[in-house]
């Protein structure tokens, strides 16, 4: 017998827990998609979305998953043959290199492995070296997903700066987008990566693609651009079908208005990002109480370089699977499965757990999460300190609101 009868917990990095209201908002009949509201609502989301990722630059909204919006920005800043720089501190550089690869672009990987963030003074060494400055873009990821690695995104600009390389900067916030802090002017982005399903909580359809003038110039030279990806049709659409090179994702955009009158009109950004700190800084104080005896303990060590939305979790060999299957088929919560980090892991992620901890969540889904790990170390006799909870609940007790 089992004690998973309520509603199942999803705690993996995407799709995130949609909040009811996006459900109900999408439970419509089809709206006219040539006229009337669906025009102005989708102007409405574009404005919306640039404020979410800070930026006066354009946007457009692709149908399609995290992997449709790299290979856009791919098709409208780059040509067959021309070289890029694509930053790995975890996995998901490779999903970047590997559609890139594909459409021709010749890819080179600056390497920094899975524990850590990228080192910006290796990149400034590396822009330097190219003199002729023949990489057209450095492309690295805000949060890896697979690491739980943040890269602090100003430090890469200012090394390209210091550098003096011309190379647009492309960076991949579909984890961290609406979840950790993000200045996309500010910071000097050029080219900036997002996806609904994440801290949009948002069903998985539509990804986003936020662009700013240098970009648009790329765009111009660009020999990789399809009529499908083309930015430049849709932002300058004359009639509404154009700026979707087709059907608009019509129930996704309502689910969409939902989640973002929620995020920027109720609670805002700046608290979103604050609460979303509190709860990653909770659950790591849970693994790092864990972890005080036993094999548990948290991929990045320094607390600077860890997501807020994602944390990939080690554990003892084959402990993580057993784990997750405990408390999915046991007790109703679903772990993120651990993404393979090195070569020499034994079985793919056996001892590797990721939490997902974006978007629609309070305090009691953040403890009965973590609850619901610790009686699956108690259940399993997986060894640990028995400390985790209390260390949670200190942190989430001593919050204090940004204002
Ligand atoms: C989820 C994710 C992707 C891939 O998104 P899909 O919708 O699965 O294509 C890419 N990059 C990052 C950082 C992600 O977290």
């Not at 790591?284 to 370089?305: C, F, H, T, V, Y």
């Not at 060894?383 to 204002?403: C, K, N, R, Y």
């Amino acid at each position: 017998m089992t004690l998973n009868h309520g509603r199942t917990l999803m705690a993996i990095p995407g799709p995130s827990v949609i909040p009811d209201r996006v459900l109900a908002a999408m439970h419509r009949p089809a709206p006219n998609i040539y006229e009337g509201p669906l025009i102005d609502l989708t102007e409405g989301l574009i404005q919306d979305l640039k404020k979410v990722a800070r930026t006066d630059g354009d946007a457009v909204i692709y149908l399609g998953n995290g992997h449709s919006a790299w290979e856009a920005a791919i098709s409208n800043t780059l040509s067959r043959g021309d070289d890029v720089l694509i930053i790995a501190t975890g996995r998901f550089a490779d999903g970047w290199a590997e559609i890139a690869r594909g459409m021709g672009v010749k890819v080179q990987i600056l390497d920094f492995g899975t524990a850590a963030d990228a080192d910006p003074e290796h990149l400034e060494q590396v822009l330097r070296d190219d003199r002729e400055h023949r990489l057209r873009a450095v492309m690295l990821v805000h949060t890896d997903t697979a690491s739980s690695v943040k890269n602090d995104i100003p430090a890469i600009r200012r090394a390209m700066n210091a550098a003096g390389h011309p190379a647009l900067l492309m960076v991949d916030c579909i984890a961290s987008f609406a979840c950790d802090e993000y200045h996309m002017d500010d910071w000097g982005v050029d080219v900036t990566v997002a996806a609904c399903q994440k801290g949009l909580m948002t069903p998985p359809g539509m990804s986003m693609l936020f662009f700013n003038a240098k970009a648009a110039k790329a765009r111009s030279r660009a020999d990789l651009v399809t009529s499908y990806w083309d930015w430049e049709k849709r932002v300058r659409a004359e009639i509404f079908a154009h700026r979707w090179a087709g059907t608009a994702p019509t129930h996704h955009l309502f689910g969409l208005r939902e989640a973002l009158d929620m995020i920027l009109y109720e609670e805002t950004l700046p608290h979103v990002w604050a609460r979303h700190t509190l709860f990653a800084q909770a659950i790591w104080a849970a693994i790092e109480a864990w972890g005080q005896s036993g094999d548990l303990r948290l991929n990045i060590s320094d607390p600077a370089k860890r997501s807020s939305a994602v944390t990939t979790v080690w554990t003892g060999h084959d402990d993580a699977n057993r784990l997750r299957s405990w408390c999915e088929d046991f007790a109703g919560l679903t772990l993120g499965l651990g993404i393979s980090l090195t070569e020499m892991d034994g079985s793919p992620g056996g001892n590797l757990f990721r939490i997902g901890h974006m978007g629609h969540l309070n305090v009691p889904m953040i403890m009965a999460t973590l609850g619901t790990i610790d009686a699956g170390l108690k259940a399993l006799n997986i060894p640990h300190h028995d400390a985790g909870l209390t260390a949670a609940t200190q942190v989430i007790s001593g919050f204090e609101s940004p204002g």
